[in-house]
């Protein structure tokens, strides 16, 4: 093996700051890596936990949730009932076994286009060195195999 | 079966550089469901938007997906262009293969494959976009307005002169607010009565203004466009339509003692009264709980008096509902009771008084005619002392924060105090002077320059009273020596603070408020003139502390929101807005309270016989924003969201 | 007269007054050691009920089926204090009226089942703030700390081999009193968020998602755990989320009947430390 | 003649069994659950337990099974079987009930369609059951006209001994006796005694029971709330039957690709007789307790001439309320006739 691993990352952001701030990277001219699959939601209040999961299911080696700064949301309080719904999920996630440097979030503005880039630059970063998430991706294997008896 | 048409745009090189488009167009056409792609150099062009038209007709496309530039930029273009086309605008998705793909990546490879991803999950997601329709909601084009100050007056002349009904509603038996109370104004120095009156006045006359003065508002129900509010009017047991305001039972009544609230209780008043002499209407009110009458059934004077007969003791309050379009909340501020400072002795010492007792010493107007007397024994101060951040700034004491006007006004008092008297001596004490405005630092400056204001930069420890005199002692930081100062008066730059009964009232309409009890914006920088809940706007001091100017500039702000909602007989609204499946919702209110906009409301579910069933959740798509925060508290998945429903996201992140 | 007794008479008193219409308590169950629900209605039967040690069930869930409170009259339940909390969480989230319920109260301590004073729900309001600043279990910590210790792909490990065990029953579900949604998540099928599939994917995914629904909301009253047939330790993750509840949002579930829920709610000021 | 099977000989038999090819699970202890799994020595059992928690259906029924897998293509659906693997088995140390379970199954799983996946597995496992000595107080094998030492459903019967050295080997079936014949070298001639049978009290009278069910005037009747009131509605007591076999059929997959599954269903649950019209023929846990009596002691009876519980109790050893078939039925029983 010598071809570096290169992972799977989906990304769950808030359409009026995160979204809004991958534009200004990209009219801007930032480069960052491509490992990043965005979706696109109004605003981070409507980011379920559910969402984190699937994107495991379907091969993400990492997540990346992100939306406007305390403050700054675009629906006046999206954000602060995300922040606590991230608090107590991510900890959940921690408990079973998903490691916290593979779920990853960030407040990224509008004007942060600079701030986005370099984020998607370290947290691929990151991720690469851990490597893929093989024991999520198992789970994920084994259904699609017959049983052993 | 989903006919998706997908157009790949090349951005004439800005995509086609980096992202093979070839082979996205290829990779795509292969994609279950799609049934048309094409690529061009520029789609948002006149003729590729007619590519996609045609397309749409020619293949009864059910979906389209544009690869280009980021929704933000395009979507409502193609938009449009379905919308031409007979297809639903919604039924569009954009891939943003462009500012977040193209222009950001270096490998070509990395980018097509990148590209290929974000179009087939939106292709997945389109797949599932429903036919949405706008939202109209017919909008009452009347306002109220609610707070009769300055703020509250200058709106409603506004929207009034626009064409629009008004209905002002005032607390007070006058509009005026705090204004009326203060002497001049800064930064001009020019009389408050005088150019307030003119307004109060034009107000009660304008034809599209109703006024209703010792008036409360009770309750908000409906939502933007459809506001039905509660306003109850006191009883004034003066009859208003009647009553001349020639005030001979004022000057009857024998009950003379009274503090009046209006003079900061450095005046009288009788137990009925006008608030003060230009109050509009010009129709007192009788004080039930001073009134020798409503006491023991005895004394009537003022009845017997009055020679139109417009005095009733029988008046009830009236309660009535008014149905309006728009409410632009004005309610005001209140001066924060400083007694908490013990080293001031606010409260301890009749000398010692807050900015606003100055107001009513320096109004022409006011209980000693304009004269400067201290209150203790009515002599003429040679010295007075003002501290400044009298309880604003002071986390520990009072608030934490700046009351922005107290900088001006004291240097005015001080002005006004030199004018006055003119061998007079003023000290301020102070921590900064905050004098951002027009015109406003050049009036600090010659406040110190021409009438020698005596500014000291420090903060005082203690105050007490020696000999007949206010000693005053603090610390000049500046010279980083203690300083002690004998004055005749203090006076203390109050903080500003809101409405004591601010909190209670947010909740009864609807509307946010920060820990102190001011209303929230529904954004500080961007949409500050309106609240989270649609259809409410603030102006004036509520919001924070603000001076005449900003008022009267947010009043006006907040009358244009009303006017631009007043445009149109119907309200268009987006229509992402949320929806509750009766069926499997559970009645836990979480969506109700977590909603930042109020906008959920509890249904009844009855039978055919009207039993009720079940109560469940009903988001009112008049209110709705469409952010979508209560879709994922929802446990049982009971509320979705149009535009990003589950099933959208769903397919999206699994289509990935 | 012993606690037993005393409720017995309790329960006639309150059935014959016409009072209540129901008593949920605790009768003989089929071995010795064991308690089962059971429903009282006339003043005659209330020598079935049973009050001791071995009475450990939350019986609030009886509390909501519908229909139950829909004619206004009242309900008389065996509860301990978690059960007094689910019923104020039941309250809060209005899926009861707690004037509705009187309350038996019992603690079990000791061995021994004691009287708790009160009848409605606001009148324990002292004994719960009590509970609360006594903290959450440290039992169950000790437990949590065990798995906490470990790095994640143990942990990950650990759990895995528990979930591999889940057969999807849902009897962690149906004992729980929080658990009254029409519709459970894992039953929408549009889209299917959960694999009903009972693999070790579904069964995460299953088991990660309801200990999340009862963040702030479980009482640890352990119905779940010990329901489940196959032994997963469901009370570690809810000790879990009761733990980020209370020490980050100073929330401890079912205090009192007119609480927020702590994912509805918010304050500007939580702490966030997480969050680049 | 009879022959012993000395438990010191256990390890030797697994090592031919699995030379021969076979793979032997056994009751054994993991992660907190009894179960059958697969066993590589003696001490790995866990023999002594009158029963573990979960049933040996699981490994003929397992609780999610794939049928299919398939892909999506542009203009079709391809799709591909995927069938049970041909691994032959060794179930060693059954109980009769759990045994008796699988014969009761095969009635449904092959009276229209022969179930190719219960019946290949039925086909490559050998049932070694080892007679009960003990009962607790769930079982009720007597009640349902079986016995602690029942050979129904079983290839080969192990009779503790007295002495409690070992097992006198009986073999019932050419199967087993087959698998007898591969450990012939172990075991021995002996006379020794056998343990005498678990006492299992009869708990309710089947006969009563079932004539009482196949009157239609009870369907109606108010014990079936009664009896049913604290039932939770969880499908614990179907999931734990060693005959319970109802099940749903589910896709699972992305955009692309996925499985159609088998996977347990259950008769307690709201959603199992749910229509898509809001509809719910069986809308209170009173209706779904009812049909789970009925079915198990007067539809199978009158299909296939035999009740569908083989009275191994788990239904009331592991229900969160304490709740049964046994209570029930014994309820039926004492009703006044």
């Given at each position: 093996m010598t071809e570096t691993f290169e992972p799977k990352i989906v990304a769950f952001v808030c359409t009026y700051c995160t979204y809004a701030g991958a534009d200004l990277a990209g009219t801007s001219r930032m480069k960052y890596a491509s490992n990043v699959r965005m979706v696109r939601l109004p605003c981070t209040g409507r980011i379920s936990p559910m969402f984190i999961l699937k994107a495991l299911q379907k091969g993400a080696d990492g997540v990346l949730v992100s939306g406007c700064h305390p403050g700054d949301c675009h629906f006046a309080q999206g954000n602060y009932h995300a922040r606590r719904r991230w608090t107590v999920f991510r900890s959940l996630l921690a408990f079973t076994g998903i490691p916290e440097e593979r779920i990853k979030f960030s407040w990224i503005s509008a004007a942060e286009g600079a701030k986005f880039a370099e984020l998607i630059n370290s947290i691929t970063d990151e991720i690469r060195a851990l490597g893929p998430f093989e024991q999520y991706q198992e789970l994920q294997k084994v259904i699609e195999t017959q049983s052993t008896y | 079966m989903a006919k998706i048409g997908v157009f790949v745009c090349h951005c004439g090189e800005n995509i086609a550089s980096m992202v093979d488009t070839g082979k996205l167009v290829t990779a795509i056409s292969g994609h279950p469901g799609v049934a048309f792609s094409s690529e061009y150099k520029y789609f948002c062009s006149d003729p590729g938007q007619e590519t996609v038209k045609r397309a749409i007709r020619e293949n009864n496309l059910t979906g389209v997906v544009v690869a280009a530039c980021s929704p933000r930029m395009h979507e409502q273009t193609f938009r449009k262009a379905c919308a031409e086309a007979g297809l639903n605008p919604y039924m569009l998705e954009l891939a943003n293969i462009r500012e977040q793909c193209s222009w950001v990546h270096t490998d070509r490879i990395e980018a097509t494959d990148k590209a290929i991803e974000i179009t087939r999950a939106l292709v997945e997601k389109v797949k599932r976009n429903n036919d949405l329709q706008p939202i109209s909601v017919p909008v009452t084009r009347r306002a109220m307005v609610i707070g009769g100050g300055v703020a509250g007056i200058q709106a409603a002349i506004d929207i009034a002169t626009a064409g629009r009904e008004v209905v002002l509603v005032e607390?007070?038996?006058?509009?005026?607010?705090?204004m009326s109370q203060i002497s001049e104004t800064f930064p001009t120095l020019d009389c408050s009565q005088c150019i307030l009156t003119p307004r109060m006045v034009e107000a009660v006359q304008h034809p599209n203004i109703r006024v209703m003065t010792y008036a409360e508002v009770e309750e908000v129900d409906g939502f933007i466009g459809n506001f039905t509010v509660k306003v109850r009017s006191k009883a004034r047991y003066v009859k208003m339509e009647t009553c001349?305001?020639?005030g001979d039972c004022i000057q009857k009544c024998p009950v003379k003692k009274i503090p009046s609230e209006f003079e900061c209780e450095l005046g009288n008043r009788t137990a009925i009264y006008t608030p003060f002499a230009q109050a509009v209407p010009n129709v007192p009110v009788i004080d039930r709980s001073r009134c020798t009458y409503f006491k023991n059934g005895k004394c009537a004077i003022c009845k017997k008096t009055c020679q139109i007969d417009s005095i009733d003791f029988e008046q009830e309050d009236k309660t009535e509902y008014i149905e309006v379009g728009a409410i632009v909340v004005a309610t005001g501020f209140q001066v924060q009771n400083t007694s908490m400072y013990g080293e001031y002795g606010y409260g301890r010492y009749k000398d010692v008084i807050t900015g606003l007792h100055f107001e009513r010493l320096a109004s022409a107007s006011g209980p000693t005619a304009g004269k400067i007397k201290r209150p203790s024994d009515g002599k003429e101060p040679e010295t007075v002392v003002f501290i400044q951040c009298a309880g604003s700034r002071d986390a520990s004491k009072g608030v934490k924060y700046c009351s922005k006007i107290c900088c001006m006004y004291t240097a005015k008092h001080a002005m006004l105090y030199a004018h006055k008297v003119h061998h007079g001596k003023s000290q301020i004490f102070y921590m900064d002077i905050r004098a951002a405005g027009k015109g406003y630092d050049e009036f600090t400056r010659r406040a110190i320059e021409e009438d020698e204001a005596g500014y000291i930069r420090g903060r005082v420890s203690k105050l007490y009273e020696e000999n007949g005199k206010l000693i005053v002692r603090g610390v000049d930081t500046l010279l980083g020596k203690p300083v002690e100062v004998e004055a005749d008066m203090v006076v203390l730059a109050t903080a500003m603070v809101p409405q004591p009964d601010a909190k209670e009232f947010a909740q009864r309409i609807g509307i946010g408020y920060d820990e102190y009890g001011f209303f929230n914006e529904a954004h500080l920088k961007l949409r500050p003139v309106e609240t989270s809940t649609a259809g409410i706007y603030l102006a004036g001091a509520c919001q924070s502390p603000k001076d005449i100017p900003d008022s009267v500039s947010q009043a006006s702000a907040a009358a244009a929101k009303v006017l631009g909602l007043f445009s149109k007989e119907q309200l268009e609204r987006e229509p992402v807005v949320a929806t509750v499946s009766d069926s499997t919702c559970a009645g836990c209110w979480g969506c109700v309270i977590a909603c930042p906009y109020n906008a959920i409301d509890r249904k009844e579910i009855t039978d055919r016989n009207g039993n009720l069933i079940k109560r469940v959740a009903s988001v009112n798509p008049g209110l709705c924003q469409g952010c979508g925060t209560c879709v994922s508290f929802c446990r049982s998945n009971s509320i979705d969201l149009a535009g990003f429903t589950e099933s959208q996201i769903f397919a999206e992140v699994m289509g990935l | 007269m012993g606690i037993q007794e005393q409720y017995r008479t309790d329960a006639a008193n309150l059935l014959d007054s016409g009072a209540v219409k129901l008593v949920i308590g605790y009768g003989e169950g089929s071995t010795p050691e064991r308690r089962r629900p059971i429903f009282i209605r006339s003043a005659e039967e209330v020598g079935r009920l049973v009050l001791d040690a071995?009475?450990?069930?939350?019986?609030?869930?009886?509390?909501?089926?519908?229909?139950?409170?829909s004619d206004g009259k009242s309900v008389a339940v065996f509860l301990k204090p978690d059960g007094i909390r689910s019923v104020n969480i039941l309250a809060a989230e209005a899926q009861l009226n707690p004037e509705q319920v009187v309350i038996l109260g019992f603690n079990i301590d000791a061995g021994l089942a004691n009287p708790l004073p009160?009848?409605?729900?606001?009148?324990f309001a002292p004994l719960l703030a009590s509970l609360k600043s006594a903290g959450l279990s440290t039992d169950l910590q000790r437990e949590a700390d065990r798995l906490e210790q470990m790095t994640a792909v143990e942990r990950f490990e650990y759990w895995k081999e528990q979930f591999s065990k889940c057969i999807k029953c849902y009897a962690c579900r149906q004992v729980c009193p929080m658990c009254y949604c029409r519709r459970c998540i894992v039953d929408v099928n549009q889209p299917q968020w959960v694999n009903t599939s009972s693999h070790t994917l579904g069964n995460f995914e299953w088991n990660i998602i309801r200990a999340y629904h009862l963040a702030g909301r479980c009482v640890a009253c352990g119905g779940c755990d010990r329901a489940c047939p196959v032994n997963i330790p469901l009370r570690l993750l809810n000790h879990r989320m009761s733990k980020e509840a209370l020490d980050t949002f100073d929330h401890f579930a079912g205090e009192s009947a007119d609480q927020k829920p702590v994912l509805a709610t918010f304050r500007q000021d939580d702490p966030e430390t997480f969050i680049l | 003649m009879t022959r012993i099977l000395l438990h010191s000989r256990v390890d030797d038999c697994l090592s031919a069994w699995r030379s021969a090819g076979f793979r032997v699970l056994a009751p054994s202890k993991r992660n907190d659950l009894t179960r059958f799994d697969e066993v590589?020595?003696?001490?790995?059992?866990?023999?002594?337990?009158?029963?573990?928690?979960?049933?040996?259906k699981d490994h003929f029924f397992p609780q999610t099974e794939p049928l299919l897998n398939y892909r999506i293509k542009k203009q079709a659906i391809e799709s591909d079987e995927m069938l049970p693997p041909q691994q032959k088995r060794i179930f060693f140390g059954v109980r009769p009930c759990d045994a008796s379970g699988l014969e009761i199954d095969d009635a449904l799983f092959g009276w229209d369609y022969k179930d190719r996946y219960w019946f290949s597995r039925r086909e490559n496992s050998v049932i070694i059951t080892i007679a009960c000595t003990r009962a607790d107080d769930f079982c009720m094998c007597t009640s349902v006209q079986l016995s602690p030492d029942s050979t129904k459903g079983s290839d080969v019967m192990l009779h503790p001994l007295k002495d409690g050295r070992g097992w006198r080997v009986v073999t019932l079936t050419d199967r087993g006796k087959e698998l007898a014949e591969t450990i012939a070298s172990m075991l021995q001639e002996d006379a020794s005694e056998t343990a005498p049978a678990a006492s299992v009290p009869v708990k309710f009278d089947l006969d009563k029971v079932t004539s009482w069910l196949a009157d239609p005037s009870n369907f109606e009747s108010h014990l079936w709330k009664e009896v049913s009131q604290r039932c939770i509605g969880c499908g614990s007591c179907t999931f734990l039957c060693p005959t319970c076999h109802c099940f749903d059929i589910q896709d699972e997959g992305d955009t692309y690709s996925g499985i159609r599954r088998k996977n347990w269903d259950s008769c307690?649950?709201?959603?199992?007789?749910?229509?898509?019209?809001?509809?719910?023929?069986?809308?209170?846990q009173s209706t779904r307790w009812r049909q789970r009596i009925m079915h198990k002691f007067n539809y199978y009876q009158g299909k296939f001439g035999v009740n569908s519980c083989s009275g191994c109790g788990r239904c009331t050893r592991q229900c969160p309320v304490d709740m049964g078939i046994t209570e029930t039925l014994q309820e039926i029983t004492n009703l006044p006739r």
């Amino acid at each position: 093996m010598t071809e570096t691993f290169e992972p799977k990352i989906v990304a769950f952001v808030c359409t009026y700051c995160t979204y809004a701030g991958a534009d200004l990277a990209g009219t801007s001219r930032m480069k960052y890596a491509s490992n990043v699959r965005m979706v696109r939601l109004p605003c981070t209040g409507r980011i379920s936990p559910m969402f984190i999961l699937k994107a495991l299911q379907k091969g993400a080696d990492g997540v990346l949730v992100s939306g406007c700064h305390p403050g700054d949301c675009h629906f006046a309080q999206g954000n602060y009932h995300a922040r606590r719904r991230w608090t107590v999920f991510r900890s959940l996630l921690a408990f079973t076994g998903i490691p916290e440097e593979r779920i990853k979030f960030s407040w990224i503005s509008a004007a942060e286009g600079a701030k986005f880039a370099e984020l998607i630059n370290s947290i691929t970063d990151e991720i690469r060195a851990l490597g893929p998430f093989e024991q999520y991706q198992e789970l994920q294997k084994v259904i699609e195999t017959q049983s052993t008896y | 079966m989903a006919k998706i048409g997908v157009f790949v745009c090349h951005c004439g090189e800005n995509i086609a550089s980096m992202v093979d488009t070839g082979k996205l167009v290829t990779a795509i056409s292969g994609h279950p469901g799609v049934a048309f792609s094409s690529e061009y150099k520029y789609f948002c062009s006149d003729p590729g938007q007619e590519t996609v038209k045609r397309a749409i007709r020619e293949n009864n496309l059910t979906g389209v997906v544009v690869a280009a530039c980021s929704p933000r930029m395009h979507e409502q273009t193609f938009r449009k262009a379905c919308a031409e086309a007979g297809l639903n605008p919604y039924m569009l998705e954009l891939a943003n293969i462009r500012e977040q793909c193209s222009w950001v990546h270096t490998d070509r490879i990395e980018a097509t494959d990148k590209a290929i991803e974000i179009t087939r999950a939106l292709v997945e997601k389109v797949k599932r976009n429903n036919d949405l329709q706008p939202i109209s909601v017919p909008v009452t084009r009347r306002a109220m307005v609610i707070g009769g100050g300055v703020a509250g007056i200058q709106a409603a002349i506004d929207i009034a002169t626009a064409g629009r009904e008004v209905v002002l509603v005032e607390r007070e038996p006058s509009i005026g607010g705090h204004m009326s109370q203060i002497s001049e104004t800064f930064p001009t120095l020019d009389c408050s009565q005088c150019i307030l009156t003119p307004r109060m006045v034009e107000a009660v006359q304008h034809p599209n203004i109703r006024v209703m003065t010792y008036a409360e508002v009770e309750e908000v129900d409906g939502f933007i466009g459809n506001f039905t509010v509660k306003v109850r009017s006191k009883a004034r047991y003066v009859k208003m339509e009647t009553c001349t305001g020639c005030g001979d039972c004022i000057q009857k009544c024998p009950v003379k003692k009274i503090p009046s609230e209006f003079e900061c209780e450095l005046g009288n008043r009788t137990a009925i009264y006008t608030p003060f002499a230009q109050a509009v209407p010009n129709v007192p009110v009788i004080d039930r709980s001073r009134c020798t009458y409503f006491k023991n059934g005895k004394c009537a004077i003022c009845k017997k008096t009055c020679q139109i007969d417009s005095i009733d003791f029988e008046q009830e309050d009236k309660t009535e509902y008014i149905e309006v379009g728009a409410i632009v909340v004005a309610t005001g501020f209140q001066v924060q009771n400083t007694s908490m400072y013990g080293e001031y002795g606010y409260g301890r010492y009749k000398d010692v008084i807050t900015g606003l007792h100055f107001e009513r010493l320096a109004s022409a107007s006011g209980p000693t005619a304009g004269k400067i007397k201290r209150p203790s024994d009515g002599k003429e101060p040679e010295t007075v002392v003002f501290i400044q951040c009298a309880g604003s700034r002071d986390a520990s004491k009072g608030v934490k924060y700046c009351s922005k006007i107290c900088c001006m006004y004291t240097a005015k008092h001080a002005m006004l105090y030199a004018h006055k008297v003119h061998h007079g001596k003023s000290q301020i004490f102070y921590m900064d002077i905050r004098a951002a405005g027009k015109g406003y630092d050049e009036f600090t400056r010659r406040a110190i320059e021409e009438d020698e204001a005596g500014y000291i930069r420090g903060r005082v420890s203690k105050l007490y009273e020696e000999n007949g005199k206010l000693i005053v002692r603090g610390v000049d930081t500046l010279l980083g020596k203690p300083v002690e100062v004998e004055a005749d008066m203090v006076v203390l730059a109050t903080a500003m603070v809101p409405q004591p009964d601010a909190k209670e009232f947010a909740q009864r309409i609807g509307i946010g408020y920060d820990e102190y009890g001011f209303f929230n914006e529904a954004h500080l920088k961007l949409r500050p003139v309106e609240t989270s809940t649609a259809g409410i706007y603030l102006a004036g001091a509520c919001q924070s502390p603000k001076d005449i100017p900003d008022s009267v500039s947010q009043a006006s702000a907040a009358a244009a929101k009303v006017l631009g909602l007043f445009s149109k007989e119907q309200l268009e609204r987006e229509p992402v807005v949320a929806t509750v499946s009766d069926s499997t919702c559970a009645g836990c209110w979480g969506c109700v309270i977590a909603c930042p906009y109020n906008a959920i409301d509890r249904k009844e579910i009855t039978d055919r016989n009207g039993n009720l069933i079940k109560r469940v959740a009903s988001v009112n798509p008049g209110l709705c924003q469409g952010c979508g925060t209560c879709v994922s508290f929802c446990r049982s998945n009971s509320i979705d969201l149009a535009g990003f429903t589950e099933s959208q996201i769903f397919a999206e992140v699994m289509g990935l | 007269m012993g606690i037993q007794e005393q409720y017995r008479t309790d329960a006639a008193n309150l059935l014959d007054s016409g009072a209540v219409k129901l008593v949920i308590g605790y009768g003989e169950g089929s071995t010795p050691e064991r308690r089962r629900p059971i429903f009282i209605r006339s003043a005659e039967e209330v020598g079935r009920l049973v009050l001791d040690a071995n009475c450990i069930a939350n019986l609030s869930a009886y509390l909501v089926p519908e229909g139950l409170l829909s004619d206004g009259k009242s309900v008389a339940v065996f509860l301990k204090p978690d059960g007094i909390r689910s019923v104020n969480i039941l309250a809060a989230e209005a899926q009861l009226n707690p004037e509705q319920v009187v309350i038996l109260g019992f603690n079990i301590d000791a061995g021994l089942a004691n009287p708790l004073p009160g009848r409605k729900a606001n009148e324990f309001a002292p004994l719960l703030a009590s509970l609360k600043s006594a903290g959450l279990s440290t039992d169950l910590q000790r437990e949590a700390d065990r798995l906490e210790q470990m790095t994640a792909v143990e942990r990950f490990e650990y759990w895995k081999e528990q979930f591999s065990k889940c057969i999807k029953c849902y009897a962690c579900r149906q004992v729980c009193p929080m658990c009254y949604c029409r519709r459970c998540i894992v039953d929408v099928n549009q889209p299917q968020w959960v694999n009903t599939s009972s693999h070790t994917l579904g069964n995460f995914e299953w088991n990660i998602i309801r200990a999340y629904h009862l963040a702030g909301r479980c009482v640890a009253c352990g119905g779940c755990d010990r329901a489940c047939p196959v032994n997963i330790p469901l009370r570690l993750l809810n000790h879990r989320m009761s733990k980020e509840a209370l020490d980050t949002f100073d929330h401890f579930a079912g205090e009192s009947a007119d609480q927020k829920p702590v994912l509805a709610t918010f304050r500007q000021d939580d702490p966030e430390t997480f969050i680049l | 003649m009879t022959r012993i099977l000395l438990h010191s000989r256990v390890d030797d038999c697994l090592s031919a069994w699995r030379s021969a090819g076979f793979r032997v699970l056994a009751p054994s202890k993991r992660n907190d659950l009894t179960r059958f799994d697969e066993v590589h020595a003696a001490s790995d059992m866990a023999l002594d337990l009158v029963l573990p928690e979960r049933t040996i259906k699981d490994h003929f029924f397992p609780q999610t099974e794939p049928l299919l897998n398939y892909r999506i293509k542009k203009q079709a659906i391809e799709s591909d079987e995927m069938l049970p693997p041909q691994q032959k088995r060794i179930f060693f140390g059954v109980r009769p009930c759990d045994a008796s379970g699988l014969e009761i199954d095969d009635a449904l799983f092959g009276w229209d369609y022969k179930d190719r996946y219960w019946f290949s597995r039925r086909e490559n496992s050998v049932i070694i059951t080892i007679a009960c000595t003990r009962a607790d107080d769930f079982c009720m094998c007597t009640s349902v006209q079986l016995s602690p030492d029942s050979t129904k459903g079983s290839d080969v019967m192990l009779h503790p001994l007295k002495d409690g050295r070992g097992w006198r080997v009986v073999t019932l079936t050419d199967r087993g006796k087959e698998l007898a014949e591969t450990i012939a070298s172990m075991l021995q001639e002996d006379a020794s005694e056998t343990a005498p049978a678990a006492s299992v009290p009869v708990k309710f009278d089947l006969d009563k029971v079932t004539s009482w069910l196949a009157d239609p005037s009870n369907f109606e009747s108010h014990l079936w709330k009664e009896v049913s009131q604290r039932c939770i509605g969880c499908g614990s007591c179907t999931f734990l039957c060693p005959t319970c076999h109802c099940f749903d059929i589910q896709d699972e997959g992305d955009t692309y690709s996925g499985i159609r599954r088998k996977n347990w269903d259950s008769c307690s649950f709201a959603m199992f007789t749910m229509h898509t019209s809001g509809h719910n023929p069986r809308n209170t846990q009173s209706t779904r307790w009812r049909q789970r009596i009925m079915h198990k002691f007067n539809y199978y009876q009158g299909k296939f001439g035999v009740n569908s519980c083989s009275g191994c109790g788990r239904c009331t050893r592991q229900c969160p309320v304490d709740m049964g078939i046994t209570e029930t039925l014994q309820e039926i029983t004492n009703l006044p006739r």
